[in-house]
């Protein structure tokens, strides 16, 4: 069974572009979550989907967006990128969302020149 | 605000040696605990998850506690070994807010163990 899948794994974008990141879960698996580590703040949650519907959010600006798709998969969308958007963005799956075992992804590496 | 933090930050031991990692957490409205590795540049894998109901959770080498009402949780290492060696993160899930993947998770133990 294919685990948690992002891509791309590495991204250099510089300040004011905007990226998309994608992510795809387990087979079956109905619900995605979005992860931003850095070495200062941490995991911070960004936000959650479930069956195409975000569920959560966590406290991020409205620069950072995402949706899911019919088939589970998700991307997340960050415009006009600033230097402290660094960071390891990580996407987790899991069964319902409901308090189950997280599967997470490799990441996606983003820098920001 | 939920907080949760580990200690120590970091810990170096020689292989073989039993270990115990701490967790600590400021709200004890807490759904469920887990336990997650992760290794450089890589994506966490889950370890344990224990139930707020549950006192502990174990498998192979590893056995996790939860003092829920003290707000504490530890992972004990039995006969660690070098592949052991990686940053081991708490997080906790929120009793409020309904079904969610919201985890908050510790600040992680870098564990190095030496052959």
């Known amino acids: 069974k294919a685990g948690v899948t992002q891509t791309p794994r590495y991204l250099i974008k510089t300040r004011g572009q905007q990226v998309t990141l994608s992510c795809s879960p387990i087979?079956?698996?109905?619900?995605v979550s979005w992860y931003q580590q850095t070495p200062g703040q941490g995991l911070q949650f960004l936000f959650e989907?479930?069956?195409?519907?975000?569920?959560n959010k966590g406290n991020f600006p409205g620069r950072f967006s995402g949706r899911q798709f019919s088939n589970s998969r998700s991307e997340m969308n960050v415009s006009t990128l600033e230097l402290g958007d660094s960071a390891l963005y990580l996407c987790?799956?899991?069964?319902?969302?409901?308090?189950?075992?997280?599967?997470f992804g490799s990441g996606t590496q983003l820098s920001v020149l | 605000k939920q907080e949760v933090t580990q200690i120590p930050a970091a810990l170096s031991v020689p292989e073989g040696e039993n270990l115990v990692l701490n967790c600590s957490f400021t709200d004890s409205a807490i759904y469920n605990l887990q336990w997650f590795r992760q290794d450089p540049g890589k994506g966490l894998t889950s370890l344990l998850l224990?139930?707020?109901?549950?006192r502990e959770q174990t498998s192979g080498r590893l056995n996790a506690s939860l003092d829920k009402s003290s707000g504490r949780s530890t992972l004990y290492i039995a006969a660690s070994q070098p592949g052991d060696s990686a940053t081991y993160l708490c997080?906790?899930?929120?009793?409020?807010?309904?079904?969610?993947?919201?985890?908050?998770f510790g600040t992680g133990t870098l564990l190095a163990v030496q052959p």
């Open positions: 224990i139930q707020s109901s549950q």
């Open positions: 989907y479930f069956s195409e519907t975000q569920r």
């Open positions: 997080a906790v899930r929120p009793e409020y807010g309904g079904a969610t993947n919201k985890l908050i």
């Open positions: 087979s079956g698996h109905r619900s």
């Open positions: 987790a799956s899991s069964l319902t969302g409901s308090g189950e075992k997280l599967f």
